[in-house]
């Protein structure tokens, strides 16, 4: 059974950083894409990054040159580092295999990301 934590998040001033981890357990982290997803209160999930098997990534376009994914698979572990971080940004942030919003993700917990002065 595939299962995430995510960790790292926290309330952040603008222009501030954090870095969230996800850890995963029940399979082999480097057989799968993985990508971090958002949700802000009242808007639907979206993308925010993704990291292939391969080891390339892609970005949605409001994060780039702020955000940085990258995945650890002997640790199991994926991580956003995020600069720079904006009031926009404010959202519950969840991984989960793939790189695209599907019906069939199951999310977890989440962890909560708060930019504001």
């Known amino acids: 059974q595939l299962q995430f934590v995510e960790s790292g998040g926290g309330l952040v001033q603008p222009g501030g950083s954090l870095t969230l981890s996800c850890a995963a357990s029940?399979?082999?982290?480097?057989?799968?894409?993985i990508g971090w997803f958002r949700q802000a209160p009242g808007k639907e999930y979206e993308g925010v990054s993704c990291?292939?098997?391969?080891?390339?990534?892609d970005y949605r376009d409001s994060v780039k040159g702020r955000f940085t994914i990258s995945r650890d698979n002997a640790k199991s572990t994926v991580f956003l580092q995020m600069n720079n971080l904006k009031p926009e940004d404010t959202a519950v942030y969840y991984c989960?295999?793939?790189?695209?919003?599907?019906?069939?993700?199951?999310w977890g917990q989440g962890t909560q990301v708060t930019v504001s002065s």
């Open positions: 989960a295999p793939g790189c695209v919003v599907s019906r069939g993700i199951i």
């Open positions: 029940g399979f082999r982290l480097g057989y799968y894409h």
């Open positions: 990291i292939r098997t391969d080891g390339s990534t």
